[in-house]
Protein backbone atom coordinates (compact mmCIF):
# COMPACT_ATOMS: atom_id res chain seq x y z
CA UNK A 1 0.00 0.00 0.00
CA UNK A 2 2.53 2.83 -1.37
CA UNK A 3 -0.20 5.38 -1.30
CA UNK A 4 -0.53 4.79 2.69
CA UNK A 5 3.07 6.28 3.00
CA UNK A 6 3.80 9.32 4.94
CA UNK A 7 5.59 11.20 2.74
CA UNK A 8 3.23 10.52 0.06
CA UNK A 9 1.30 13.64 -1.78
CA UNK A 10 -1.64 14.44 0.69
CA UNK A 11 -4.14 13.79 -1.53
CA UNK A 12 -3.09 10.59 -2.22
CA UNK A 13 -2.64 8.65 1.61
CA UNK A 14 -6.41 8.30 2.15
CA UNK A 15 -7.51 5.16 2.03
CA UNK A 16 -10.84 5.99 0.60
CA UNK A 17 -9.70 6.92 -2.94
CA UNK A 18 -8.06 3.71 -3.48
CA UNK A 19 -11.75 1.94 -2.91
CA UNK A 20 -13.24 4.80 -5.71
CA UNK A 21 -15.11 5.64 -3.36
CA UNK A 22 -15.49 9.90 -2.68
CA UNK A 23 -15.35 10.72 0.98
CA UNK A 24 -17.38 14.35 1.77
CA UNK A 25 -18.12 13.69 5.31
CA UNK A 26 -15.29 14.86 7.23
CA UNK A 27 -17.25 16.51 9.71
CA UNK A 28 -18.54 13.10 11.00
CA UNK A 29 -15.29 11.21 11.04
CA UNK A 30 -12.10 11.45 9.30
CA UNK A 31 -8.98 9.22 9.18
CA UNK A 32 -6.04 9.10 11.24
CA UNK A 33 -3.07 10.92 9.38
CA UNK A 34 -0.17 8.10 9.00
CA UNK A 35 2.02 10.51 10.15
CA UNK A 36 0.19 10.52 13.64
CA UNK A 37 -0.24 6.79 13.59
CA UNK A 38 3.62 6.51 12.67
CA UNK A 39 3.86 8.99 15.63
CA UNK A 40 2.41 7.40 17.88
CA UNK A 41 3.58 3.74 17.11
CA UNK A 42 7.18 4.70 17.65
CA UNK A 43 6.56 6.74 20.84
CA UNK A 44 4.77 4.36 22.67
CA UNK A 45 7.29 1.79 22.78
CA UNK A 46 8.80 2.84 25.40
CA UNK A 47 6.13 5.05 27.32
CA UNK A 48 3.54 2.74 28.01
CA UNK A 49 3.76 3.13 31.55
CA UNK A 50 1.40 4.94 33.86
CA UNK A 51 1.93 8.97 33.85
CA UNK A 52 1.66 8.98 37.28
CA UNK A 53 3.65 6.31 38.02
CA UNK A 54 6.99 7.77 39.74
CA UNK A 55 9.39 5.14 37.51
CA UNK A 56 11.37 5.81 34.76
CA UNK A 57 8.88 4.19 32.29
CA UNK A 58 6.17 6.33 34.43
CA UNK A 59 7.87 9.63 33.92
CA UNK A 60 8.73 8.32 30.63
CA UNK A 61 4.69 8.35 29.46
CA UNK A 62 4.24 11.98 31.89
CA UNK A 63 6.98 13.21 29.13
CA UNK A 64 4.94 12.14 26.01
CA UNK A 65 1.84 13.85 27.39
CA UNK A 66 3.13 16.91 28.06
CA UNK A 67 4.55 16.89 24.87
CA UNK A 68 1.30 16.40 23.47
CA UNK A 69 -0.13 18.74 25.39
CA UNK A 70 2.45 21.62 24.06
CA UNK A 71 1.83 21.11 20.78
CA UNK A 72 -2.55 21.19 21.45
CA UNK A 73 -1.18 24.71 23.12
CA UNK A 74 0.22 25.70 20.09
CA UNK A 75 -2.42 25.57 17.77
CA UNK A 76 -4.67 27.76 19.41
CA UNK A 77 -1.58 29.75 20.79
CA UNK A 78 -2.91 29.90 24.45
CA UNK A 79 -0.80 30.98 27.45
CA UNK A 80 1.05 27.96 28.16
CA UNK A 81 0.75 24.18 27.86
CA UNK A 82 -0.35 24.03 31.85
CA UNK A 83 -3.95 25.75 30.40
CA UNK A 84 -4.82 22.46 27.89
CA UNK A 85 -6.40 19.19 29.82
CA UNK A 86 -7.20 15.94 27.79
CA UNK A 87 -10.34 14.70 27.72
CA UNK A 88 -12.22 11.77 25.87
CA UNK A 89 -13.10 14.07 23.22
CA UNK A 90 -15.50 17.23 22.43
CA UNK A 91 -18.30 15.58 24.09
CA UNK A 92 -16.41 15.65 27.63
CA UNK A 93 -14.98 18.63 27.04
CA UNK A 94 -18.43 20.33 26.45
CA UNK A 95 -19.68 18.37 29.58
CA UNK A 96 -16.43 19.93 31.64
CA UNK A 97 -16.86 23.69 30.63
CA UNK A 98 -20.04 23.65 30.95
CA UNK A 99 -21.19 22.13 34.01
CA UNK A 100 -18.05 22.18 35.94
CA UNK A 101 -17.69 26.56 35.28
CA UNK A 102 -21.39 27.22 35.81
CA UNK A 103 -21.33 24.61 39.45
CA UNK A 104 -18.11 26.34 40.47
CA UNK A 105 -19.30 30.20 39.97
CA UNK A 106 -22.89 29.48 41.05
CA UNK A 107 -22.16 32.06 43.80
CA UNK A 108 -21.86 34.52 41.27
CA UNK A 109 -25.17 33.88 39.57
CA UNK A 110 -27.33 31.44 37.93
CA UNK A 111 -27.59 32.07 34.58
CA UNK A 112 -26.13 30.37 31.78
CA UNK A 113 -26.56 31.29 27.80
CA UNK A 114 -25.79 29.55 24.17
CA UNK A 115 -26.50 29.97 20.75
CA UNK A 116 -29.30 28.20 19.46
CA UNK A 117 -27.19 26.32 17.40
CA UNK A 118 -24.56 24.71 19.49
CA UNK A 119 -23.80 20.79 19.49
CA UNK A 120 -26.45 19.03 21.26
CA UNK A 121 -23.80 17.95 24.16
CA UNK A 122 -23.27 21.85 24.77
CA UNK A 123 -27.04 22.43 24.52
CA UNK A 124 -27.65 19.13 27.06
CA UNK A 125 -25.57 19.98 29.33
CA UNK A 126 -26.91 23.55 29.43
CA UNK A 127 -30.22 21.72 30.36
CA UNK A 128 -28.79 19.47 33.17
CA UNK A 129 -28.36 22.93 34.60
CA UNK A 130 -31.48 23.64 34.94
CA UNK A 131 -31.99 20.84 37.28
CA UNK A 132 -29.50 22.53 39.87
CA UNK A 133 -31.56 25.96 39.65
CA UNK A 134 -29.91 27.77 36.58
CA UNK A 135 -31.92 29.82 33.94
CA UNK A 136 -30.82 29.05 30.22
CA UNK A 137 -30.85 31.86 28.27
CA UNK A 138 -30.87 30.54 23.99
CA UNK A 139 -29.41 33.44 21.83
CA UNK A 140 -31.10 33.11 18.17
CA UNK A 141 -29.14 33.25 15.09
CA UNK A 142 -29.65 34.99 12.11
CA UNK A 143 -30.74 33.42 8.33
CA UNK A 144 -27.25 32.62 7.81
CA UNK A 145 -26.05 31.10 11.30
CA UNK A 146 -24.56 34.35 12.70
CA UNK A 147 -25.35 34.86 16.49
CA UNK A 148 -27.60 38.05 17.07
CA UNK A 149 -25.48 40.25 18.77
CA UNK A 150 -28.60 42.66 20.30
CA UNK A 151 -30.11 39.68 21.69
CA UNK A 152 -27.22 38.45 23.50
CA UNK A 153 -26.52 41.89 24.64
CA UNK A 154 -30.31 41.74 25.74
CA UNK A 155 -29.89 38.31 27.39
CA UNK A 156 -26.73 38.80 29.29
CA UNK A 157 -26.18 40.47 32.98
CA UNK A 158 -24.10 40.12 35.35
CA UNK A 159 -25.46 36.79 37.22
CA UNK A 160 -24.25 34.88 33.87
CA UNK A 161 -20.97 32.68 34.44
CA UNK A 162 -21.15 31.40 31.63
CA UNK A 163 -21.78 31.91 28.07
CA UNK A 164 -21.14 29.29 25.21
CA UNK A 165 -20.84 30.18 21.52
CA UNK A 166 -19.38 27.55 18.98
CA UNK A 167 -16.54 28.99 16.91
CA UNK A 168 -17.55 27.72 13.58
CA UNK A 169 -20.80 25.24 13.07
CA UNK A 170 -20.39 21.21 11.62
CA UNK A 171 -23.57 21.64 10.16
CA UNK A 172 -23.88 24.98 8.12
CA UNK A 173 -19.94 26.09 7.94
CA UNK A 174 -20.72 29.45 9.76
CA UNK A 175 -17.98 31.26 11.70
CA UNK A 176 -19.44 33.24 14.54
CA UNK A 177 -17.75 36.72 15.41
CA UNK A 178 -16.11 35.20 17.99
CA UNK A 179 -13.80 38.05 18.87
CA UNK A 180 -16.61 40.79 18.99
CA UNK A 181 -18.95 38.28 20.77
CA UNK A 182 -16.32 37.99 23.66
CA UNK A 183 -16.66 41.81 24.42
CA UNK A 184 -19.97 41.61 25.20
CA UNK A 185 -19.38 38.25 26.95
CA UNK A 186 -16.93 39.76 29.33
CA UNK A 187 -18.58 43.41 29.49
CA UNK A 188 -21.95 41.49 30.93
CA UNK A 189 -21.10 38.39 31.87
CA UNK A 190 -18.72 36.16 33.28
CA UNK A 191 -16.79 33.47 31.31
CA UNK A 192 -16.89 32.61 27.31
CA UNK A 193 -17.05 28.81 26.35
CA UNK A 194 -16.29 27.98 22.52
CA UNK A 195 -16.55 24.97 21.15
CA UNK A 196 -13.88 25.06 18.38
CA UNK A 197 -14.31 21.45 17.25
CA UNK A 198 -15.44 22.46 14.17
CA UNK A 199 -12.67 25.11 13.25
CA UNK A 200 -9.74 23.87 14.85
CA UNK A 201 -7.00 23.22 12.42
CA UNK A 202 -9.11 24.53 9.81
CA UNK A 203 -8.81 28.32 10.60
CA UNK A 204 -6.32 30.20 12.84
CA UNK A 205 -7.80 30.40 16.45
CA UNK A 206 -6.31 32.48 18.87
CA UNK A 207 -7.51 32.02 22.41
CA UNK A 208 -5.49 35.42 23.52
CA UNK A 209 -6.66 37.82 20.89
CA UNK A 210 -10.09 36.28 20.49
CA UNK A 211 -10.50 36.73 24.44
CA UNK A 212 -11.61 32.74 24.70
CA UNK A 213 -11.90 31.88 28.59
CA UNK A 214 -12.64 28.21 27.77
CA UNK A 215 -11.86 26.12 24.43
CA UNK A 216 -13.22 22.80 23.16
CA UNK A 217 -10.78 20.78 21.11
CA UNK A 218 -11.31 17.59 19.17
CA UNK A 219 -8.50 14.98 18.07
CA UNK A 220 -10.51 12.82 15.40
CA UNK A 221 -11.52 16.41 13.72
CA UNK A 222 -8.24 17.29 13.28
CA UNK A 223 -6.72 13.74 12.14
CA UNK A 224 -6.14 12.51 14.79
CA UNK A 225 -7.58 9.29 16.65
CA UNK A 226 -10.24 9.26 18.37
CA UNK A 227 -11.18 8.81 22.09
CA UNK A 228 -9.30 12.53 23.02
CA UNK A 229 -10.31 15.79 23.11
CA UNK A 230 -8.76 18.72 24.88
CA UNK A 231 -10.09 21.77 26.83
CA UNK A 232 -8.30 24.69 27.40
CA UNK A 233 -8.98 26.67 30.33
CA UNK A 234 -8.05 30.27 30.48
CA UNK A 235 -5.58 30.83 33.99
CA UNK A 236 -7.75 32.00 36.74
CA UNK A 237 -10.45 30.74 35.41
CA UNK A 238 -12.22 28.19 37.88
CA UNK A 239 -14.19 25.37 37.51
CA UNK A 240 -14.84 22.02 39.40
CA UNK A 241 -14.40 18.17 37.83
CA UNK A 242 -17.19 16.17 36.78
CA UNK A 243 -15.28 12.95 36.85
CA UNK A 244 -14.16 12.18 40.28
CA UNK A 245 -11.08 9.82 40.75
CA UNK A 246 -7.15 10.11 41.10
CA UNK A 247 -6.99 13.56 40.19
CA UNK A 248 -5.22 13.58 36.93
CA UNK A 249 -5.36 16.79 34.77
CA UNK A 250 -4.83 18.90 37.88
CA UNK A 251 -7.54 17.00 38.88
CA UNK A 252 -10.10 18.06 36.70
CA UNK A 253 -10.39 14.83 34.57
CA UNK A 254 -9.90 12.09 36.78
CA UNK A 255 -8.91 8.79 35.57
CA UNK A 256 -5.57 7.53 33.73
CA UNK A 257 -5.02 9.10 30.74
CA UNK A 258 -5.72 8.12 26.69
CA UNK A 259 -2.08 7.79 26.34
CA UNK A 260 -2.57 6.74 23.09
CA UNK A 261 -5.40 9.09 21.38
CA UNK A 262 -2.95 11.74 23.46
CA UNK A 263 0.40 11.24 21.62
CA UNK A 264 -2.14 11.00 18.66
CA UNK A 265 -3.85 14.42 18.92
CA UNK A 266 -0.85 16.12 19.83
CA UNK A 267 0.82 15.42 16.40
CA UNK A 268 -2.44 15.96 14.64
CA UNK A 269 -2.43 19.56 16.37
CA UNK A 270 1.19 20.00 15.07
CA UNK A 271 0.34 19.69 11.45
CA UNK A 272 -2.81 21.01 11.55
CA UNK A 273 -0.96 24.03 12.78
CA UNK A 274 1.66 23.55 9.85
CA UNK A 275 -0.54 23.02 7.01
CA UNK A 276 -3.50 24.86 8.05
CA UNK A 277 -2.85 27.90 5.45
CA UNK A 278 -1.73 25.97 2.49
CA UNK A 279 -4.50 23.07 2.66
CA UNK A 280 -7.00 25.72 3.59
CA UNK A 281 -6.64 27.63 0.17
CA UNK A 282 -6.80 24.03 -1.48
CA UNK A 283 -9.54 23.29 -0.42
CA UNK A 284 -11.36 26.41 -0.36
CA UNK A 285 -10.83 26.58 -4.07
CA UNK A 286 -12.47 22.96 -4.90
CA UNK A 287 -15.42 24.25 -2.35
CA UNK A 288 -15.61 27.61 -3.83
CA UNK A 289 -16.69 25.97 -7.39
CA UNK A 290 -18.92 23.19 -5.74
CA UNK A 291 -21.08 25.80 -4.29
CA UNK A 292 -20.75 27.43 -7.54
CA UNK A 293 -22.12 24.38 -9.41
CA UNK A 294 -24.53 22.96 -7.43
CA UNK A 295 -26.59 26.27 -7.02
CA UNK A 296 -27.25 25.46 -10.90
CA UNK A 297 -29.54 22.77 -9.58
CA UNK A 298 -32.84 23.86 -9.75
CA UNK A 299 -34.57 25.00 -6.56
CA UNK A 300 -31.03 24.44 -4.68
CA UNK A 301 -29.97 26.72 -1.72
CA UNK A 302 -26.34 26.90 -0.11
CA UNK A 303 -27.46 27.11 3.91
CA UNK A 304 -25.04 28.86 6.29
CA UNK A 305 -23.30 32.33 5.65
CA UNK A 306 -22.19 32.72 1.89
CA UNK A 307 -18.48 34.07 3.10
CA UNK A 308 -18.29 33.80 6.65
CA UNK A 309 -18.10 29.81 6.08
CA UNK A 310 -15.33 27.26 6.80
CA UNK A 311 -12.81 26.33 3.91
CA UNK A 312 -13.68 22.47 3.64
CA UNK A 313 -17.64 23.23 4.12
CA UNK A 314 -20.42 23.49 1.59
CA UNK A 315 -24.30 22.56 2.81
CA UNK A 316 -27.22 22.51 0.61
CA UNK A 317 -30.89 22.10 1.00
CA UNK A 318 -33.66 20.94 -2.17
CA UNK A 319 -36.72 21.19 -2.19
CA UNK A 320 -39.26 18.23 -2.69
CA UNK A 321 -36.78 15.65 -1.53
CA UNK A 322 -35.60 14.22 1.54
CA UNK A 323 -32.07 14.32 3.00
CA UNK A 324 -31.63 10.16 3.85
CA UNK A 325 -32.74 9.63 0.14
CA UNK A 326 -29.85 12.02 -0.76
CA UNK A 327 -27.44 10.23 1.09
CA UNK A 328 -28.70 6.69 0.01
CA UNK A 329 -28.29 7.56 -3.65
CA UNK A 330 -25.40 9.65 -3.42
CA UNK A 331 -23.33 6.61 -1.68
CA UNK A 332 -25.05 3.41 -3.42
CA UNK A 333 -25.36 5.09 -6.86
CA UNK A 334 -21.67 7.30 -7.08
CA UNK A 335 -19.93 6.06 -4.20
CA UNK A 336 -19.75 9.57 -2.51
CA UNK A 337 -20.52 9.77 1.25
CA UNK A 338 -22.59 13.02 1.82
CA UNK A 339 -24.41 13.93 5.27
CA UNK A 340 -27.70 15.68 5.62
CA UNK A 341 -29.79 16.94 8.68
CA UNK A 342 -32.82 15.10 7.72
CA UNK A 343 -35.05 14.08 10.56
CA UNK A 344 -34.90 10.68 9.04
CA UNK A 345 -30.99 10.27 9.42
CA UNK A 346 -30.81 11.43 13.30
CA UNK A 347 -31.49 9.48 16.21
CA UNK A 348 -34.28 11.48 17.22
CA UNK A 349 -36.20 11.82 14.15
CA UNK A 350 -36.49 15.35 14.29
CA UNK A 351 -35.13 17.77 11.86
CA UNK A 352 -31.37 19.41 12.48
CA UNK A 353 -32.03 22.00 15.26
CA UNK A 354 -29.48 23.89 13.33
CA UNK A 355 -31.60 24.22 10.31
CA UNK A 356 -34.62 25.15 12.55
CA UNK A 357 -32.88 27.77 13.91
CA UNK A 358 -31.89 29.67 10.84
CA UNK A 359 -35.52 29.61 9.79
CA UNK A 360 -36.04 26.62 8.00
CA UNK A 361 -39.72 25.35 7.73
CA UNK A 362 -39.56 21.49 8.91
CA UNK A 363 -40.44 20.61 5.27
CA UNK A 364 -37.43 22.17 3.91
CA UNK A 365 -34.82 21.05 6.48
CA UNK A 366 -36.02 17.44 5.32
CA UNK A 367 -34.14 18.24 2.05
CA UNK A 368 -30.64 19.16 3.35
CA UNK A 369 -27.03 17.98 2.24
CA UNK A 370 -23.87 18.35 3.94
CA UNK A 371 -20.62 18.55 2.01
CA UNK A 372 -17.22 18.56 4.29
CA UNK A 373 -13.98 18.26 2.57
CA UNK A 374 -10.76 16.90 3.16
CA UNK A 375 -7.16 15.62 2.32
CA UNK A 376 -8.07 12.88 0.19
CA UNK A 377 -10.63 15.46 -2.02
CA UNK A 378 -9.16 16.96 -5.25
CA UNK A 379 -10.25 19.58 -7.37
CA UNK A 380 -10.83 16.95 -10.36
CA UNK A 381 -13.37 15.49 -8.39
CA UNK A 382 -16.41 18.23 -8.45
CA UNK A 383 -17.80 17.02 -12.39
CA UNK A 384 -18.27 13.62 -10.27
CA UNK A 385 -19.83 15.21 -7.80
CA UNK A 386 -21.86 17.68 -8.82
CA UNK A 387 -22.85 15.21 -11.90
CA UNK A 388 -24.21 13.18 -9.02
CA UNK A 389 -25.78 15.87 -7.15
CA UNK A 390 -27.79 16.97 -10.05
CA UNK A 391 -28.86 13.00 -10.96
CA UNK A 392 -29.36 12.47 -7.52
CA UNK A 393 -31.85 15.14 -7.09
CA UNK A 394 -33.81 14.75 -10.32
CA UNK A 395 -34.35 11.21 -9.52
CA UNK A 396 -35.67 11.46 -6.28
CA UNK A 397 -37.77 14.71 -7.75
CA UNK A 398 -39.08 12.09 -10.44
CA UNK A 399 -40.28 10.34 -7.53
CA UNK A 400 -41.91 12.88 -5.40
CA UNK A 401 -45.30 13.65 -5.39
CA UNK A 402 -44.60 17.40 -4.22
CA UNK B 1 -29.72 -9.10 16.61
CA UNK B 2 -31.42 -5.53 16.01
CA UNK B 3 -31.33 -4.69 12.75
CA UNK B 4 -28.93 -2.08 12.26
CA UNK B 5 -28.99 -1.03 8.42
CA UNK B 6 -30.65 -1.22 5.42
CA UNK B 7 -31.47 -4.99 4.27
CA UNK B 8 -30.01 -5.51 0.67
CA UNK B 9 -34.04 -5.73 -0.83
CA UNK B 10 -34.73 -2.39 1.22
CA UNK B 11 -31.49 -1.19 -1.06
CA UNK B 12 -32.87 -2.75 -4.18
CA UNK B 13 -36.37 -1.68 -3.77
CA UNK B 14 -34.82 2.33 -3.08
CA UNK B 15 -32.89 2.01 -6.36
CA UNK B 16 -35.04 0.30 -8.46
CA UNK B 17 -38.38 1.04 -7.51
CA UNK B 18 -41.30 -0.88 -8.94
CA UNK B 19 -44.15 0.89 -10.55
CA UNK B 20 -43.49 4.58 -9.93
CA UNK B 21 -45.38 7.29 -11.58
CA UNK B 22 -49.39 8.05 -12.05
CA UNK B 23 -52.40 6.48 -13.29
CA UNK B 24 -55.15 9.14 -15.21
CA UNK B 25 -58.18 8.31 -14.04
CA UNK B 26 -57.64 5.92 -11.16
CA UNK B 27 -60.28 3.67 -9.85
CA UNK B 28 -58.47 4.77 -6.38
CA UNK B 29 -56.05 7.40 -5.02
CA UNK B 30 -54.65 6.81 -1.70
CA UNK B 31 -52.70 9.52 0.15
CA UNK B 32 -51.08 10.08 3.31
CA UNK B 33 -48.22 11.54 5.80
CA UNK B 34 -47.41 14.94 5.58
CA UNK B 35 -44.60 16.89 4.04
CA UNK B 36 -43.82 18.62 7.39
CA UNK B 37 -43.10 14.81 9.03
CA UNK B 38 -40.74 13.59 5.95
CA UNK B 39 -42.75 11.61 4.32
CA UNK B 40 -45.36 11.97 1.81
CA UNK B 41 -46.89 8.71 -0.27
CA UNK B 42 -49.43 8.29 -2.79
CA UNK B 43 -50.63 5.35 -4.76
CA UNK B 44 -52.98 5.13 -7.65
CA UNK B 45 -55.05 1.64 -8.44
CA UNK B 46 -56.45 0.65 -11.57
CA UNK B 47 -59.28 -2.20 -10.75
CA UNK B 48 -61.24 -4.76 -13.14
CA UNK B 49 -63.85 -6.76 -11.58
CA UNK B 50 -62.01 -6.38 -7.66
CA UNK B 51 -58.47 -7.58 -9.19
CA UNK B 52 -55.96 -4.67 -8.85
CA UNK B 53 -54.96 -4.76 -12.13
CA UNK B 54 -52.57 -1.74 -12.40
CA UNK B 55 -50.89 0.41 -9.84
CA UNK B 56 -48.12 3.58 -9.22
CA UNK B 57 -46.77 5.53 -6.81
CA UNK B 58 -45.38 8.64 -5.56
CA UNK B 59 -43.64 9.28 -2.75
CA UNK B 60 -41.47 12.25 -0.80
CA UNK B 61 -39.39 10.85 2.03
CA UNK B 62 -36.43 8.38 3.06
CA UNK B 63 -34.94 5.47 1.82
CA UNK B 64 -37.46 2.81 3.59
CA UNK B 65 -40.60 5.18 2.73
CA UNK B 66 -39.50 5.06 -0.94
CA UNK B 67 -38.60 0.92 -0.38
CA UNK B 68 -41.95 0.42 1.20
CA UNK B 69 -43.84 1.99 -1.21
CA UNK B 70 -42.62 0.18 -4.42
CA UNK B 71 -42.89 -3.02 -2.35
CA UNK B 72 -46.73 -3.12 -1.63
CA UNK B 73 -47.69 -2.12 -5.46
CA UNK B 74 -45.66 -5.32 -6.06
CA UNK B 75 -47.84 -7.20 -3.20
CA UNK B 76 -50.96 -5.70 -4.30
CA UNK B 77 -50.87 -6.37 -8.15
CA UNK B 78 -53.36 -8.49 -9.32
CA UNK B 79 -54.73 -9.33 -6.05
CA UNK B 80 -58.07 -8.94 -5.04
CA UNK B 81 -59.00 -5.64 -3.28
CA UNK B 82 -60.12 -7.39 -0.19
CA UNK B 83 -57.14 -9.70 -0.25
CA UNK B 84 -55.15 -6.21 -0.72
CA UNK B 85 -56.63 -4.46 2.64
CA UNK B 86 -55.25 -7.40 4.92
CA UNK B 87 -51.37 -6.02 3.78
CA UNK B 88 -50.09 -4.95 6.57
CA UNK B 89 -47.32 -2.56 7.94
CA UNK B 90 -45.13 -5.24 9.28
CA UNK B 91 -46.04 -7.62 6.24
CA UNK B 92 -44.72 -4.96 4.06
CA UNK B 93 -41.73 -4.58 6.60
CA UNK B 94 -41.30 -8.76 6.46
CA UNK B 95 -41.35 -9.03 2.58
CA UNK B 96 -38.42 -6.44 2.51
CA UNK B 97 -36.22 -8.59 5.22
CA UNK B 98 -37.06 -6.27 7.91
CA UNK B 99 -36.67 -2.75 8.48
CA UNK B 100 -34.39 -0.55 10.70
CA UNK B 101 -36.37 -0.85 14.42
CA UNK B 102 -36.80 3.06 14.14
CA UNK B 103 -38.25 2.93 10.51
CA UNK B 104 -41.01 0.59 11.40
CA UNK B 105 -42.95 3.61 12.89
CA UNK B 106 -42.42 6.47 10.91
CA UNK B 107 -41.74 5.61 7.77
CA UNK B 108 -43.39 2.46 7.41
CA UNK B 109 -46.87 4.02 5.21
CA UNK B 110 -47.18 2.13 2.54
CA UNK B 111 -50.00 -0.17 3.30
CA UNK B 112 -51.35 2.90 4.99
CA UNK B 113 -51.38 4.39 1.36
CA UNK B 114 -52.94 1.43 -0.21
CA UNK B 115 -55.94 0.70 1.97
CA UNK B 116 -56.72 4.27 1.60
CA UNK B 117 -56.61 3.84 -2.18
CA UNK B 118 -58.71 1.05 -1.77
CA UNK B 119 -61.13 2.55 0.30
CA UNK B 120 -61.43 5.05 -2.38
CA UNK B 121 -62.17 2.73 -4.81
CA UNK B 122 -64.58 0.82 -2.73
CA UNK B 123 -66.24 4.17 -1.75
CA UNK B 124 -66.40 5.26 -5.54
CA UNK B 125 -68.41 1.54 -6.57
CA UNK B 126 -70.82 2.44 -3.72
CA UNK B 127 -71.57 5.82 -5.01
CA UNK B 128 -72.02 4.28 -8.61
CA UNK B 129 -74.06 1.79 -7.15
CA UNK B 130 -76.54 3.83 -5.42
CA UNK B 131 -76.99 5.79 -8.81
CA UNK B 132 -78.06 3.26 -10.77
Known amino acids: MNDLAPDAGAAMWFWGQSMGKIYLDHASSMPVDPRVLDFVTSNLKSGFGNPSSLHSMGLEAKRVIEDAREKVARLINAENEDCIIFTSGATESNNLAIKGTALRNMGKGKKVAASAIEHISVLNSMKELLKSGFELGIIPVDSTGVVDIEILNDVLTEDTPLTSIMYANNE ?82 SGTENL ?143 | ?45 KVKDDIITDIKFRTFGCGSAIATSSMVTEMAKGIHVDEALKITRNDVADELEGLPPKKMHCSNLASDALHEAIKDYKGKTEDQGKNK
Open chain 1, 172 to 253: IGTIEPIRELSGIVHEKGLYLHVDATAAAGRIPIDVQKDGIDLLTLSSNDMYGPQGAGALYIKPGVKLQPILLGGGQERGLR
Open chain 1, 260 to 402: FAILGMGEAAKIMKSEMKQESERLKEIRDKLIEEILKVEEAYLTGHPSQRLPHHASFRFSRIEGESILLNMDMKYNIQVSTGSACSSKTLEPSHVLLAIGLKHEEAHGSMVLTLGRSNNIGEIPLVTRAVKETVERLRGISPL
Open chain 2, 1 to 45: MAQIGYSEKVLDHFTNPRNVGIIEAPDGYGKVGNPVCGDLMEIFI
